[in-house]
T-cell receptor, first 113, second 113 residues
Framework: DTAVSQTPKYLVTQMGNDKSIKCEQN?????MYWYKQDSKKFLKIMFS???????INETVPNRFSPKSPDKAHLNLHINSLELGDSAVYFC????????????FGSGTRLTVV | GQQVMQIPQYQHVQEGEDFTTYCNSS?????IQWYKQRPGGHPVFLIQ?????EVKKQKRLTFQFGEAKKNSSLHITATQTTDVGTYFC?????????????FGTGTRLKVLA
């Protein structure tokens, strides 16, 4: 069983479209995150939810909207996609505010054309 | 929060050679975590260091936390092709009572057979 699973794995879409990425974790963790990894491999936190409550909202365009229907799921919706949104988006989860490390999903490679 | 600098950015070694990556911060760190990301993969948690001067080993990997808790290193003895990937350190940051991990710039290791 995959601990943190993301769908889709690949997403190719045109500029201006709206798309969603889904994430689910079966570890019983109480905190989930979205990270963005650019072409230079920099990993940057975007959002974090703890038990369905948004606790971290970094400087991210408001075209990005996370949603957590329950503590095992965290989705990311992106409106009006731009070329610069092309990146790999990783979902992650943790317990104890990350003191035992983060468990990452396999990533969603988003390409905006 | 400030990004953590890692050096070198890239390293190519012959199989069997040793490898070290360094993580440096201008501020004192409460703890430091290390992750490995294989090419095309996702970051995987390796270890956490908490105490000043702490040294931990995992087979051929040796992790150190500086005495001043401002730097950390990961040393791999006798590299193998399976060690290929990007190694990240991550420091804990607290903003508005919420903890998150900020990832370093990463060191990409290539091992030549």
């Amino acid at each position: 069983d995959t601990a943190v699973s993301q769908t889709p794995k690949y997403l190719v879409t045109q500029m201006g479209n709206d798309k969603s990425i889904k994430c689910e974790q079966n570890l019983g963790h109480d905190t989930m995150y979205w990270y963005k990894q650019d072409s230079k491999k920099f990993l940057k936190i975007m959002f974090s939810y703890n038990n369905k409550e948004l606790i971290i909202n970094e400087t991210v365009p408001n075209r990005f909207s996370p949603k957590s229907p329950d503590k095992a799921h965290l989705n990311l919706h992106i409106n009006s996609l731009e070329l610069g949104d092309s990146a790999v988006y990783f979902c992650a989860s943790s317990q104890d505010q990350g003191l035992s490390g983060y468990t990452f999903g396999s990533g969603t490679r988003l390409t905006v054309v | 929060g400030q990004q953590v600098m890692q050096i070198p950015q890239y390293q190519h070694v012959q199989e069997g050679e040793d490898f070290t990556t360094y993580c440096n911060s201008s501020t004192t760190l409460s703890n430091i975590q290390w992750y490995k990301q294989r090419p095309g993969g996702h970051p995987v948690f390796l270890i956490q260091l908490v105490k000043s001067g702490e040294v931990k080993k995992q087979k051929r990997l040796t992790f150190q936390f500086g005495e001043a808790k401002k730097n950390s290193s990961l040393h791999i003895t006798a590299t193998q092709t399976t060690d290929v990937g990007t190694y990240f350190c991550a420091r804990r940051d607290m903003t508005s009572g919420t903890y998150k991990y900020i990832f370093g710039t990463g060191t990409r290791l290539k091992v030549l057979a």
